[in-house]
């Protein structure tokens, strides 16, 4: 595609405002390991963000910062800090009272919220995000934190009573599974690291946070409130590159949770690396190829701009982006002329110019790939239909709309995870269903139209293909009430609110025959509080 000019696209250094200017690079050299912010004198990663600036030599990506590159050494230091916390069970944070992890989690929060500027400025620099998505992002992330913790007290209030049946009186509550290592994404590294991270910790297990290979800094405004919130190895960080500081955690196997998301040639090796496959627990978000299906009848406009959100919501960069659009042909050409004008109608630009939708991206590389993803539909017969579509500025893909696309294209398989929006036009309604039936993913689909009688049919065996039939609306993730997984290769375990707690837990209980003596000696643990897990204690 056509490299254009930079001018008037990426900003000078005055060109930046003041309030979102990097006035220095953030020098990260600490990281946190058993309580203390340790220094690292070695190597560092240098952090350059998607956003291009003008130097002498040209145009050069802003350099955001640097972070720590460690050794397996010192990613097994952190190992053995999560390990010795967790003490098999034994340890401080694992026995404590849910009251007591629930204020922990309650006062990293308030900390948290004392650094939301600095942290919403790192991920618009540090991966492109629009400073209104960066702002809902941690927002998001403070109200996820609070609905878990309103959900681990109904939880528990459940919990608090005892069963009597045939004879035996039991108390059913829910207990940790020991050290959890948490990897979130690039596209949400704070979300979406969150989401693994906060549950498995209110829940009693000790952690080792990797952060993702785009989205680093942004966790370095957090490292003293979690050594201020939790004790000593509760919350561990690991830094470098994955492939380096990974395996050897997996490999020592000691590890009892892997929680990962991103691509699945990642998580096969890191659930390969571990010597005791069947004692770790897997909680995987992998990839989708979320299509829609737009029937003849769909409203075009609102098929038009959910389409469009879905699409190229954060450039395309999201796993539940619709990567395919099936369109039947009897409006596909009126739904293609539609759709391409709204798309040259988007705002591109800067993170912080009100208004963008479309921003740089941040792996290097992806320009390239996605060029060369469209320009293989084109040579054999798509096209691209939108003004501009497919024009690169160093970091900046223009948004390209594609169509007609088929099954020889690779635009049809492949996560393109990016801003390049592919129609397939179709005339009969096998043809999307086939291709949902054969794919290897399975996580959502959207279904566009109003026929309540055709909907119902594509419903009822669609929600055995995909976990989450979306009607008349864009494939998403929220509200995170509701479970978040998938089929086939895309998610292993549910991450939502409630699911999540389940997730990083285990169905444990007390049992004893039913007898006076045995009841005598419930009745004094419960009366005395001698126990923290076989309690009547009721969390308002």
């Known amino acids: 595609m056509e490299q254009v000019s930079h001018d008037?696209?990426?900003?000078?250094?005055?060109?930046?405002?003041?309030?979102?200017?990097?006035?220095?690079?953030?020098?990260?050299?600490?990281?946190?390991?058993?309580?203390?912010?340790?220094?690292?004198?070695?190597?560092?990663?240098?952090?350059?963000?998607?956003?291009?600036?003008?130097?002498?030599?040209?145009?050069?990506?802003?350099?955001?910062?640097?972070?720590?590159?460690?050794?397996?050494?010192?990613?097994?230091?952190?190992?053995?800090?999560?390990?010795?916390?967790?003490?098999?069970?034994?340890?401080?944070?694992?026995?404590?009272?849910?009251?007591?992890?629930?204020?922990?989690?309650?006062?990293?929060?308030?900390?948290?919220?004392?650094?939301?500027?600095?942290?919403?400025?790192?991920?618009?620099?540090?991966?492109?995000?629009?400073?209104?998505?960066?702002?809902?992002?941690?927002?998001?992330?403070?109200?996820?934190?609070?609905?878990?913790?309103?959900?681990?007290?109904?939880?528990?209030?459940?919990?608090?009573?005892?069963?009597?049946?045939?004879?035996?009186?039991?108390?059913?509550?829910?207990?940790?599974?020991?050290?959890?290592?948490?990897?979130?994404?690039?596209?949400y590294p704070l979300n979406e690291t969150f989401t693994t991270l906060i549950p498995a910790l209110i829940m009693g297990n000790t952690t080792i946070l990797k952060p993702p290979r785009h989205g680093v800094l942004l966790f370095q405004p957090l490292l003293d409130a979690f050594r201020e919130a939790f004790p000593p190895g509760v919350v561990n960080t690991v830094y470098g590159a994955g492939r380096t500081v990974t395996p050897p955690l997996m490999a020592d196997g000691r590890v009892d949770v892997l929680a990962f998301i991103g691509t699945s040639t990642a998580a096969d090796a890191l659930q390969k690396a571990h010597p005791k496959p069947h004692r770790l627990r897997l909680v995987l978000g992998l990839e989708a190829k979320n299509p829609a299906i737009v029937l003849p009848d769909a409203d075009l406009d609102l098929a038009v701009a959910e389409c469009i959100a879905g699409s190229l919501s954060f450039n395309g960069q999201r796993c539940t982006a619709l990567k395919i659009l099936f369109v039947h042909t009897a409006i596909a050409a009126e739904f293609v002329k539609r759709l391409a004008a709204a798309v040259d109608g988007l705002a591109g630009g800067m993170p912080w110019v009100p208004g963008v939708m479309v921003t740089p991206l941040p792996e290097p590389g992806k320009t390239a790939y996605l060029t060369d993803i469209v320009a293989d539909a084109v040579e054999r017969g798509a096209a691209v239909v939108n003004v501009g579509g497919g024009r690169v500025r160093e970091s900046y893909f223009s948004p390209a709309v594609v169509f007609p696309v088929d099954e020889r294209m690779r635009l049809y398989r492949e996560e393109q995870f990016g801003p390049v929006v592919p129609v397939v036009p179709?005339?009969?309604?096998?043809?999307?269903?086939?291709?949902?039936?054969?794919?290897?993913?399975?996580?959502?689909?959207?279904?566009?139209?109003?026929?309540?009688?055709?909907?119902?049919?594509?419903?009822?065996?669609?929600?055995?293909?995909?976990?989450?039939?979306?009607?008349?609306?864009?494939?998403?993730?929220?509200?995170?009430?509701?479970?978040?997984?998938?089929?086939?290769?895309?998610?292993?375990?549910?991450?939502?609110?409630?699911?999540?707690?389940?997730?990083?837990?285990?169905?444990?209980?007390v049992a004893a025959k039913e007898g006076d003596m045995n009841k005598a000696l419930i009745d004094r643990i419960v009366r005395e509080r001698r126990s923290n897990f076989l309690a009547t204690d009721f969390i308002l």
Do not use: H
């Not at 043809?431 to 119902?456: C, H, N």
């Open 426 to 509: 179709f005339d009969d309604l096998e043809t999307p269903v086939r291709y949902i039936v054969e794919s290897d993913y399975g996580q959502q689909v959207s279904l566009f139209g109003q026929d309540a009688e055709q909907l119902a049919r594509l419903i009822d065996p669609l929600v055995n293909q995909v976990c989450r039939v979306n009607l008349n609306s864009q494939c998403q993730r929220g509200p995170d009430i509701f479970p978040f997984t998938a089929r086939k290769d895309s998610a292993v375990g549910t991450l939502s609110v409630s699911d999540a707690l389940r997730s990083f837990s285990i169905r444990t209980m």
């Open 8 to 187: 008037r696209f990426f900003p000078s250094d005055g060109d930046i405002p003041e309030r979102f200017r990097l006035n220095a690079p953030l020098e990260q050299t600490g990281y946190l390991v058993d309580g203390e912010m340790r220094q690292w004198d070695g190597p560092f990663q240098e952090v350059r963000s998607p956003v291009c600036v003008r130097t002498e030599s040209g145009w050069e990506r802003q350099l955001v910062g640097r972070f720590p590159l460690l050794t397996p050494q010192e990613s097994l230091t952190a190992l053995d800090a999560a390990v010795r916390a967790y003490d098999c069970g034994r340890g401080s944070w694992p026995t404590l009272p849910v009251a007591g992890r629930i204020a922990c989690v309650q006062e990293f929060a308030r900390r948290m919220k004392g650094v939301r500027d600095e942290v919403v400025r790192l991920l618009m620099w540090e991966i492109g995000k629009t400073l209104k998505d960066a702002e809902k992002e941690f927002d998001r992330t403070i109200d996820y934190i609070t609905d878990t913790i309103d959900a681990l007290k109904e939880l528990d209030r459940v919990s608090s009573r005892f069963t009597i049946a045939q004879g035996i009186i039991g108390q059913v509550r829910r207990a940790p599974l020991g050290v959890a290592l948490c990897m979130g994404p690039y596209n």
